[in-house]
């Protein structure tokens, strides 16, 4: 079983920087995709962005496209989710999440394991 600790959420300015960690427990190079998903209160729980097992391939949802980078480290159990030119809708609870399934699905319900989730606000 994988367990994921994310950390690196906060306040912040439209238009500045956060970078969000993501660790897991176990190596997730045996062929786990791992991506970042947000919920904002009253609202469905959304993609972000995800990246395959092997860092050759990486998905982003639109609204986050050009501003939003994952990455991952595999040796360090870490997978990262730089952001810059935040907007206050990007306010929300941001999820690291692992699925077995390939190339890495955008809906939630493929994912197995998951974070207990990092608070990111962006003010006006």
């Known amino acids: 079983q994988v367990q994921l600790v994310e950390s690196g959420g906060g306040l912040v300015q439209a238009g500045g920087s956060l970078r969000l960690s993501c660790t897991a427990s176990q190596d997730t190079n045996r062929g786990y995709a791992m991506a970042w998903f947000r919920q904002a209160p009253g609202k469905e729980r959304e993609f972000v962005a995800a990246i395959s097992w092997n860092a050759a391939a990486t998905h982003y949802a639109d609204s986050v496209k050009g501003r939003f980078t994952i990455s991952r480290d595999n040796a360090k159990k870490w997978i990262p989710l730089q952001m810059t030119n935040l907007k206050p809708e990007d306010t929300a609870i941001y999820y690291c999440?692992?699925?077995?399934?390939?190339?890495?699905?955008?809906?939630?319900?493929?994912?197995?394991?998951w974070g207990q989730g990092t608070q990111v606000t962006v003010s006006p």
């Open positions: 999440a692992a699925s077995a399934a390939h190339p890495p699905p955008t809906s939630p319900k493929w994912y197995s394991y």
